[in-house]
């Protein structure tokens, strides 16, 4: 009997695998328990954001999937619990390493386009949101996205209403070797964003919102190829929300960055192969 392919999911989880040796070590300190490894933590994790399901789901399917478990070594089964520990020990400085090396596996071109999104908090506690007196129901997502393979390159998240002009700058400042030229709407139009840009080498293609004659003008001048690669951004905030879900599912703001880092990162996993 010939031996089977290896399924889409199979590939999947040995990249991760991959991702998450170069990564981090192997044990989180030399007093871990080493029943189970970073690796495998963070294979499972990806996994639970891919399948867009629970950690007591994911097990139970789990149990079914001998060839996933030998992808990993994963002789034992964790509880549910084990991995929300995983979830909550892994800081955010760690995914994001894993998404920068994430970016990496793919070719990626330069222009890159920025958008923001809303992600629903649908799960959150609504004692808490009392407490906190949190009155705003979405997570503001803002993308860079390479426009040729529709790689994630960085993100931001923030629980405020921060105007994208203000976001902007710090993802320029972080992604100055990845871009080359920057795609943006006219929610981006301010010339603080355009001097920053030229500064780190990189030629801002942005809309003017048009409240002259001379805007309207550079509006028309404005090469349309390049800008309208923009969309690639809408394409991506719309496949993730597809496929890993419109809402986010933990409670607290701090894991929930942490979810959509760990989202962005199974995109650009999925998009490697």
């Not at 097990?59 to 549910?80: H, K, V």
């Not at 993100?155 to 080359?180: E, Q």
């Given at each position: ?46 996994l639970k954001v891919r ?152 030629r801002p293609v942005i ?67």
């Amino acid at each position: 009997m010939e031996a089977l392919p290896k399924s889409r999911l199979l590939r999947f989880v040995e990249q991760a695998m991959h991702l998450a040796r170069r990564a981090v070590a192997r044990y989180s300190s030399k007093f871990s328990k080493r029943r189970y490894t970073l690796h495998q933590h963070i294979v499972l994790l990806c996994l639970k954001v891919r399948k867009n399901t629970t950690y007591r789901t994911l097990l139970d399917e789990l149990i079914e999937m001998p060839r996933i478990r030998s992808a990993i070594d994963l002789e034992e089964l964790p509880s549910p619990s084990t991995l929300c520990k995983a979830f909550n020990r892994l800081g955010m400085a760690v995914w994001r390493v894993l998404l920068n090396l994430s970016v990496t596996l793919l070719p990626t071109n330069g222009v890159v386009g920025i958008d923001a999104s809303g992600f629903d908090r649908s799960h959150a506690s609504k004692h808490y949101t009392k407490r906190t007196k949190l009155t705003i129901q979405q997570l503001k997502v803002t993308l860079l996205v390479d426009t040729r393979v529709n790689a994630i390159i960085d993100l931001h998240v923030t629980t405020t209403r921060k105007h994208d002009s203000k976001i902007a700058p710090s993802l320029i400042r972080r992604n100055t070797d990845d871009v080359t030229i920057l795609l943006g709407d006219k929610g981006y139009d301010d010339q603080k964003i355009r001097t920053l840009a030229r500064e780190d080498g990189v030629r801002p293609v942005i809309k003017h919102r048009g409240f002259s004659s001379l805007h309207k003008a550079w509006n028309v001048r404005l090469d349309a190829d390049i800008h309208g690669q923009r969309s690639q951004n809408e394409t991506v905030n719309s496949r993730i929300k597809r496929k890993y879900g419109e809402f986010v599912r933990s409670r607290r703001w701090w894991k929930q960055f942490r979810e959509l880092v760990v989202g962005c990162l199974t995109h650009n996993i999925d998009k490697a192969l």
